[in-house]
Structures are given as C-alpha cells and as structure tokens.
C-alpha cells in the first residue's frame, strides 16, 4: 500500500469508529479513560523501554539537547500524562449540552446542540505524552482521532497506542476511534489534511513550519495556533510597580511559552523614568534587551522595546506587529483600558494582569488542547467545548412550510 | 497593477477600515443602514440601468434564460434588496455581546466578547442583490468586505458599489469598509484567499465548482456550503398522511433549493403500502421518480428512492450519501427518531416537520448569508452572530502568574 492508500484506509476506519462513538454515554466513555489510564501504568515498562529506544537513537542522530529532554518520559511526565487522562475524565462532556431552543411560529421546535466533530487528525512533534493528552481529549468529546507524531518518537508513540487501544478494548469502545498514522514520510501529512469528506479537522500541534505546510495542502479546515508575539503596554499612567510586576511574570516566570512577552511599549512621556527601572530589572533577571526585535517571537529571555505616543499608537503597533494571541495594558486608566480592549485584535486582551493567564487550566477549561490565533471556531485556548461542533434538531407535528 | 498588487492594495484598505469599524454604536451603524437604502433608492435610475445593460449583453452573449432570470433586478427586487438593508437595521447587534463571564481564584476576571472577524472577502456569482445583502450584513456585525461578484453583473455591481459607498460616506463610516474588485479575471478570487493576516475568512456563495476552486487556493478559512443532497426517511410506524404531505412540501414546495428533498427513503415493510401513494402524488405533482440518482442533487422535480431495512439503515445510507445538510424522519416512534436525531450528522435534522425549514428567517436569525455544511465555526444557516468570532478581555489588579 502506499501512503495515500494507508491515510485513507485509518481515515475510513476512523469515520466508521466516530459513527459507533454516538452512542456511547459520558459515563461509558469516562471508564474507557480510566481503563485507558490503567493500561498506560501497567504497560509502563514497554513504554519506557520504548522511549529510551526513542532517546538513544536522537542521541545517536545528533538531535539537540532540548528536543532530546522534550522526547524523554520521565517518570514524573509519565505519572502527569497518566493524571491527566483521569482528570479528563472528571471533566463536564460538552456533547448533547443544548446550546439554546426556541419554539418558532411555524410550529417548529428547535434545539442548538453540540455535537462530535467526528474524525479529527492532529499532527504534533516530538512530545510524546501530547499523544495520550490528545487522544483523551478525542475521546471524552466522542470524536475518533488519527495522530500522527514526530519520527523521532515513533517507537514511543507506537506503545502509547498500544496502551490506549488496549484500554479501548477493555472498556467496549471502538479501538478504531484512536489510531496511529505509522507511515514516516511527509506525504501522510498532506494526505490527511486533504482526506475530504473522511475527516472533519486538522490540529497541528507544532511549529510555524509545520503549520505553515499543512495550511497550504490543506482542503480540510485547519485549526492553529501559528505564534506567539505577545505586548506589554505600560501607560504614563500606570502604576510603575505593577507594570514592572506583570513585565517580569510575563516575560520571565516561562520565557519558552507562546503566552510570554517578547515586546515591551513604554508611553515615551514615561520612557525617561521607567526605561532605567526596566534596564536595572534586565540586568538583575538576565533579560536582554533589544531595539530591533519588532515582531520577533523569542521565547528566551530575550525582550524588545519600543516607545509609543500612547494608547493608540499602542494599539496600531500591536496590531501591524503582533501575532493577534495575548496582549497587555498597565494603566489606571479605564477609558485608555477600555479602548485597548476593545481595539487591540487579540485572542486574550490584558488590563492590568500578566499575559502569561492565556491558558486553558488558567481560564477555567480544564484541558487544553492548544491556543488558536485563528478567528473561526475557536480564538484563544481551546477545551473539551472547542473540540465540538453543533446540530439543530428540529421536531414538530407534521408541520410544512407555508 | 498586476491582479496580485490590486487584491493586496483592497486588502490593505479593507484592513484598515476594519480597524476603524470598530468605534462606531450601533445607532451609528444602523444609521449608515438606512442612508444605504436611501442611497439605493435615489440611484435607482443609474443601477436599473447598469443593470439592463448588463442583461442585454447576457443574451447577446446566450446566456441561459435561468441566469437572465437571476441577473434581472425588477422593481420587486429591487424593493425587496432596500427593504432587507433596513430590516438588518431593526436587527439586534451580535458585536460586543457578552457570551460568558467568569471570575478565577487567580484573581483574573474573565469576559468571553463577540467581535467582528475584520475582513470578510464574499464571492458570489449572477444575482447583483447578494452584493447589498452582504454588505449590508457585514457592516451591521463591523466588519470591511470586499466583494466580487459575477461578471455577468459587472456593471449592474459597480452601480450598487457606488450606492452603498454613497451610504456609507453620508452617515460617516469608512467608505472602504465595502469594496468591490473590478478585475474580472479568476486570479482575483485566488488571490483573495491567499491574503493571510489581511484577509480573515473568504465566503463563497455560488455553485460546487466555484467552491472548490477557493478551497483548492485557499490560505484563509473559507466558510462554505456545497450542496443540499436532503433526505426523507418514511419509517413503518408513520403516519402515511403526514408523511406524504411532509414529502410534497420537501420535494415540491421550492424544488430549486439546498433545503429541497432529493431522496426518499422507505422502510422496507412499509413500501408495498406506501410506494403505490407516492407514485400516485408524483403523478399529480409531475415529480419524475428515479431508482438511480443515489447522492444526486437534483434542484428539479426529480426525487430518488430507495427502500431500507429500517432507522439504523437509514441512518448509514443518509451519512454516506447525503451532503449533512437536513434530512427527516417521520416516525410516531420516539426511540427510533431519537436515533436518528442523534446519529444523522447533519447540520439540521427533523423528526415529522419538513426539511424546507433549514433558513435562516425560519430559523429566527433574522438574515442569512448562507447556510453552512461545513462543521467548523458556523453550522446550518448563517446570521449575524456567525459573522462574528470572540475575544477574551481578562482583567486583575496587577495580578500575576504563580
């Protein structure tokens, strides 16, 4: 077979499992996640096993040190990864949640429900706990999801899916409804994201690139998160402790997350008092600062700045130049706050608190399965609901249209 | 200008007078609504005449007697387009709406907001009130759209782009917030929904062809509706009566539309019993009966049958052959459309009321731009508030991550 004749043979088996997924209720799907859960801790030692295969071989293959740390399964991450499975598990299912209903004068009677989008690909890298996430995120909203992991953790990914297809067994779900896209070369990527009519959405959980080449392949929707340029605009009538405060969460607290700052915007009427607090601040954190990072995502402790007239400049510079993810205002201001809520053209806009909030645990959602810079369907981080569509049904008395 | 440098040069304007949208109330918008009507009305001269120029170069060229009909603004038209730009006025403003809110033990108080997607770039083919409605649709939801129409309608378009513009110079909003591309050649549609960051989501409303023709290009989220391949499920337990009146309407009523029946199907038992009445009413209403169109989308007085074994049957032939627009059961058994209600995946779906219902005014939206097949941010018809995506506006006290 070749990898078009594979892709769509896992995507015509992901439809058929997605259609029987319907009729499983949030309880029987909750102990699919447990028996899930199970297998992962009592197949523990081939997944290990597995995994330093992965690690040794990246070694061998000169990979970097921080891709070799993100490959390897420690036990802590592996203990996380399994926590995180029964933590879905806890979690309100979306699917069948009326979303409103309205008797019509026609003698219609409609209900907005949410539904299972169905078959959704997701293409991540290296990471191989993002596997078991996903694919327990997959389950819980009744959607069948075919994954397709970095090449350098082919082996681990391989015996997660053993672990996850043998709780699905266990526990009568269709083991069809999680599957492993195990051909290596690029072309099942292009394959998925063009398999029309078999799968409903692509998430790529990865970098620009990636993101980049499946959009342009794509004839599937795609749901992204491209980057992260966030912004922390300080007012001239910001309280300078504050200000400094959320810089320093934002920026440094996990200088490599898409939600960090990488461009400070000082009201030039402050810059002359508060650029020397910002350059004391760098040097004690080991901040670097520069002036020619405009639209730069560094995720290090890297840190533009720039001055601006005010708050509306703020909002045109952010605008042109940022990524449309998290952004910031410190100001005492309302009306200046209020207008760079409302302009700044972002997923999550910040008065007077850290950019670094944009998350799903953070924002109340429980599980995250990304943060979509994209407008359609999702904006901002995305939850169980995100991985929903909906339908209208729609009942009455053998009522026609007049 | 190449075609590249003219869709940018839209784009950019588009952009920027998106940006400015955003400033303006409601009553500001509403006010710009009703100077566009007046402005249609008293340039009614120039856009009839635009117009009939537009239809006599349509049948010196042999164009269809169909596609004349659609191109032909009559006076009824023309009335009802201005009619419909006042009633979005009368409409409630999706912009700004808060859809949840949230405080968290961070500290963070959370807003979930809907808000304009920016740019909207609609292609749209033959009938010239589409470019009114549209933007008319788009204005009250504070959005720039760029249109481009069919060239059939060139001129009678370019006299309706000078009404609206007028309307919207008068009332004071940014004239370039509707905008219409005046080349006429099919790299104009490519390029549009290759403008990533300027253009935020394209909206075919034509035919198949067109439609896959932007995916195929397409960068940008494209939000579409292919057909309408409907169904009508006759289970044994039906009342026969009802089922028949329910197929006349689905089948008869507007044959040409998306929401229109183009399948019956029949529970085996019941068919000797049945299949006897509805040749008997295809005789009366001239509907051609057809074993053979399987997945076929007629528009015409045609309809398909076929017979199945019963609801789980029918469910699997309607997700394998329909289009997942709407499709019916009629049944006085309430497990079995239950079933149906739940397992058919399609945007609308009946138990015993007829599929005609799928639109946007039967719906209770008000206004429609389109009815969706997609399942990725907007579903069955589109009103105002699926021209809109969210943001979320998080505010603290200086609060920061731990």
Redesign the interface.
């Known amino acids: 077979m070749n990898t078009a004749e594979i892709i769509h043979g896992l995507a015509a088996n992901a439809r058929a499992a997605a ?1 029987k997924m ?2 499983f209720s949030t309880e029987k799907k909750n102990e699919a996640l447990f028996a899930i859960a199970d297998a992962l801790e009592s197949m523990k030692p081939q997944i290990i096993a597995a995994n330093a295969e992965d690690v040794a071989a990246g070694l061998a293959n000169g990979l970097s040190a921080a891709l070799v740390d993100r490959l390897t399964l420690t036990d802590a991450r592996f203990k996380s990864m399994v926590d995180g499975v029964r933590h879905v598990a806890t979690l309100p299912d979306p699917v069948g949640e009326q979303i409103w209903e ?1 008797d ?1 004068p ?3 009677h ?1 209900r907005k429900v949410r ?1 299972p ?2 078959v959704i690909a997701v293409v991540f890298e290296s990471r191989p706990n993002v596997f078991v996430d996903t694919a327990a995120l997959c389950l819980k909203t009744s959607n069948a999801v075919i994954l397709r992991g970095g090449n350098e953790a082919f082996k681990s990914n391989q015996a997660l899916n053993a672990a996850v297809r043998a709780g699905l067994e266990k526990s009568g779900l269709p083991m069809d409804a999680v599957q492993m896209v195990e051909t290596t070369d690029h072309a099942g990527v292009t394959e998925l994201v063009r398999s029309v009519g078999l799968i ?2 692509a998430i790529p959980r990865g970098g620009e690139r990636l993101i980049r080449a499946m ?2 392949a794509a ?1 599937i ?1 795609v ?1 992204k998160h491209y980057n992260g340029i966030c912004h922390v605009y300080v007012d001239d009538k910001a ?1 300078l402790g ?1 200000a400094l ?2 810089l ?3 920026k440094t ?1 996990r200088p490599g997350t898409c939600n960090a700052a990488e461009c400070l915007l000082v009201h030039e009427k402050l810059a002359p008092m508060f650029l020397p607090m910002v350059k004391a601040w760098a040097a004690d954190k080991g901040v670097a600062l520069h002036d020619d990072g405009v639209g730069v995502e560094y995720l290090s402790m890297d840190l533009n700045i720039a001055t601006v007239k005010g708050v509306e400049d703020a909002i ?1 510079f952010i ?1 042109e130049h940022g990524s449309h993810h998290s952004d910031c205002i ?1 100001t005492s201001d309302k009306e200046r ?1 209020d207008l760079f ?3 700044v ?10 950019t ?3 998350d799903g645990a ?3 959602m429980g599980a995250e399965i990304g943060i979509s810079t ?4 999702a ?2 981080p995305m939850g169980l609901e995100e991985l929903t ?13 007049g």
Chains 1, 2 share one sequence.
């Open positions: 259609a319907r009729a309205r019509r026609s003698g219609i409609i539904q989008f169905g409903d959405v959009c342009e004839l929707p749901l309280d504050m405060s959320i320093d969460n934002a607290q045109e605008n410190v706050a809520l409302r302009d053209d972002s997923a999550a806009v910040y008065w007077n608190a850290s670094r909030f944009t953070e924002f109340g994209d407008k359609l369907h904006r901002g569509t909906y339908k209208y049904t729609v009942t009455g008395d053998g009522v026609i249209r």
